[in-house]
């Protein structure tokens, strides 16, 4: 497992734009697939976007497709979302995820982040 801090998380109005950021610990960063979810209040987890190890494929939610980016620095062990073009309904706690396979369920990955808040105001 890998330990991972995000930041980045705050308040923007709608139209607006974060960046969040995803740190992880371990030498072989490289190898895992990274992927960021989110949870609304009462809600359950759901998936974002995903991006494979070795920087490889990238996988996004419908609702987010367009939007938002995922992108990765190997070099500073690093994950980013960039989201752009914020909506209300993307107001939820964003979590960061890793795990040497992936894939788009909660139940793929293995080493979770503490979570970031992102409030989006109409």
């Known amino acids: 497992q890998v330990q991972l801090v995000e930041s980045g998380g705050g308040l923007v109005q709608t139209g607006g734009s974060l960046r969040l950021s995803c740190v992880a610990s371990?030498?072989?960063?490289?190898?895992?697939?990274m992927a960021w979810f989110r949870q609304a209040p009462g809600k359950d987890r759901e998936f974002v976007a995903a991006?494979?190890?070795?920087?490889?494929?990238?996988d996004y939610a419908v609702s987010v497709k367009g939007r938002f980016a995922i992108s990765r620095d190997n070099a500073k062990n690093t994950v980013y979302l960039q989201m752009k073009s914020l909506k209300p309904e993307d107001t939820a706690v964003y979590y960061c995820?890793?795990?040497?396979?992936?894939?788009?369920?909660?139940?793929?990955?293995?080493?979770w982040g503490q979570g970031t808040q992102v409030t989006v105001s109409s």
């Open positions: 995820a890793a795990d040497p396979i992936g894939g788009t369920r909660p139940a793929n990955f293995g080493s």
């Open positions: 371990g030498r072989t960063f490289g190898n895992y697939a």
């Open positions: 991006n494979r190890w070795l920087g490889g494929t990238t």
